[in-house]
């Protein structure tokens, strides 16, 4: 697939003029009646570069900050995420989180509801934030949940669930409890106040993985406003900055060109257009982008440009893009833009 809207311009543009594929997860096309990867390719970049255990998966990350983290052997608790399910003609689709418009009373609401009536369950529930609740196994050998490997919310988003739901010993025992919270909330003041003023009713709990837990130095610096990463940057020790903080992103810049310390930028601008899913939006995230990019070159690189890695993710690929000073001279290794940017290899 490949991105709709225009190709970008200006100095972005240029950079990719001279760039050479640096990295490319994960596989795009899988074997017939194999399962698709767990995670979604942003996932997967963000679970190598961070360093994350095979069982822990970045989604889980935005729960950082909401609670402190788990110590590293503490393999009983787990965050969960209230979710929207569409209900179809034959089967469940997970809605965004981010079209939710979850509010901190409505959440806490069912969150005290969903405690009641899992008291009598050898499981704790514990308030994180209003997105994220923290899940314990009081009985590990007996729920088995530390056996469930499914995708998160992000990687299941606008598909069939039932394809991602998780597997494992404790499954069944799982579903169980999925189902009787979902009974609960069918008839809840906070759902009949949402479908009055026509937004997505609560009706599900998805679990994310296991619980956060303390993370090895990447990256010296995180200049992001996305939960999952800002909850990365905390839980590695990475200074976090607001992307729209110019004089604090400048200061982190300067200072990572001193000391060859590495900087992650979240350019966030897609997330709106992938909600919105049209052309237009596509469009408009371009053009921003590359107004931003035109600003982030001139006046926070101030003419001192670090070495750069570009990385691009899309439904099926994560590539890793690294520009290079001569590449534009190197006419014949050079790829076209439409190479680049398509999802497909």
């Not at 837990?213 to 992001?224: D, I, N, Q, W």
């Amino acid at each position: 697939m490949e991105p709709a809207g225009p190709s970008p311009r200006g100095r972005f543009a240029r950079l990719l003029g001279g760039a050479r594929l640096a990295g490319l997860e994960p596989q795009a096309v899988l074997p017939s009646g194999s399962a698709p990867p767990l995670l979604a390719p942003d996932e997967a970049w963000l679970h190598s570069r961070f360093g994350l255990s095979t069982s822990h998966c970045p989604a889980a990350y935005a729960a950082v900050g909401g609670q402190p983290l788990c110590p590293s052997d503490d393999s009983a608790a787990f965050i969960v995420r209230p979710v929207s399910l569409h209900v179809g003609l034959d089967h469940l689709v997970l809605q965004s989180s981010q079209a939710l418009d979850l509010t901190d009373a409505e959440s806490r609401a069912l969150f005290d509801d969903a405690v009641a009536w899992l008291a009598p369950e050898p499981v704790r529930l514990s308030w994180v934030s209003v997105e994220c609740w923290r899940l314990a196994e009081l009985a590990p050998d007996k729920t088995l949940f530390s056996s469930l490997r499914g995708a998160s919310s992000h990687r299941a988003c606008g598909r069939n669930i039932d394809v991602w739901l998780p597997q494992g010993a404790g499954a069944r025992g799982w579903r169980r409890l999925v189902n009787e919270v979902q009974m609960r909330w069918h008839t809840h003041p906070v759902n009949a106040a949402r479908l009055a003023r026509g937004a997505p009713v609560i009706n599900g709990l998805w679990l994310e993985g296991p619980a956060p837990v303390p993370l090895g130095s990447t990256f010296s610096v995180v200049a992001s406003g996305d939960p999952v990463l800002t909850g990365l940057a905390r839980a590695s020790n990475a200074q976090l900055v607001d992307p729209a903080d110019t004089a604090g992103l400048a200061g982190a810049l300067q200072s990572a060109r001193k000391s060859s310390q590495t900087v992650l930028v979240d350019a966030d601008f897609w997330r709106p257009a992938h909600l919105d899913d049209g052309p237009q939006a596509r469009t408009d995230a371009w053009r921003c982008f590359d107004d931003w990019f035109d600003w982030f070159a001139q006046d926070l690189l101030m003419g001192h440009p670090l070495p750069i890695e570009v990385v691009l993710t899309g439904n099926q690929r994560c590539k890793t893009l690294r520009p290079s000073p001569w590449g534009r001279l190197m006419f014949w290794r050079r790829a076209s833009m439409r190479h680049l940017l398509t999802d497909y290899p």
